[in-house]
């Protein structure tokens, strides 16, 4: 029998960070233990047209590798033919308050805000910004992907999420 797989999609508003890092580590994690459990997206609202150079960096620090990473748009994930999202998660406050494209499927949503590296400087700064984008988004990623995410509600999973967020937060 089959695994229920879960398509999750990052969103933040320049995808050029943050999200790309979400992406990479939901993808990396969330198929430790079930290959195909879960497939991963990144999407902004006002996408960049690039990756960070310093995203990709940590990725690659951590072996993580997403060579087919590129910045887009969350509209692609609003179309016919687009993959149907089981879970959203904003990870900038900006894109977490603008008005988001109708989702088909009404997915499940959880903001977990986390401080934008891309423009700390100078470079070892944002290197560092970077590292701590990451672990923070590693410990939410690693705490959602053990859930039990094929028996809870979609209110159970909801609260879950911004349950994770508020104690990766302490």
């Known amino acids: 029998m089959t ?10 508003t320049g995808n050029s960070a943050r999200s790309i890092l979400g992406e990479a580590l939901f993808n990396h994690l969330g198929n430790r233990a079930i290959p195909g459990r879960i497939r991963a997206f990144s999407a902004g609202s ?7 150079p310093v995203a990709l960096e940590t ?3 951590h072996g993580i590798p997403l060579p087919e990473a590129r910045s887009k748009s969350w509209d692609e994930f609003a179309a016919p033919g687009a993959p149907a999202i ?3 998660f904003t990870v900038c406050a900006s894109a ?7 989702w088909p ?9 986390i401080d934008d590296p891309a423009h ?3 470079l070892e700064a944002r290197r560092e910004a970077f590292e701590k984008a990451y672990q923070l988004l590693r410990q939410r990623v690693e705490a959602f992907v053990e859930l039990p995410l094929e028996t809870l509600s979609t209110a159970e999973i909801a609260a ?8 990766c937060e302490q």
């Open 86 to 88: 089981d879970f959203i």
């Open 160 to 167: 879950a999420a911004r349950q994770i967020h508020q104690e």
């Open 59 to 61: 990725l690659k620090k």
């Open 120 to 122: 700390v400087e100078p």
């Open 96 to 102: 977490a308050g603008e008005t988001c494209p109708i």
């Open 46 to 52: 006002q996408p960049s047209g690039k990756v960070n």
């Open 3 to 12: 695994p229920k797989s879960f398509n999750i999609l990052v969103l933040c």
């Open 105 to 113: 499927g009404h997915p499940t949503t959880a903001h977990w805000g």
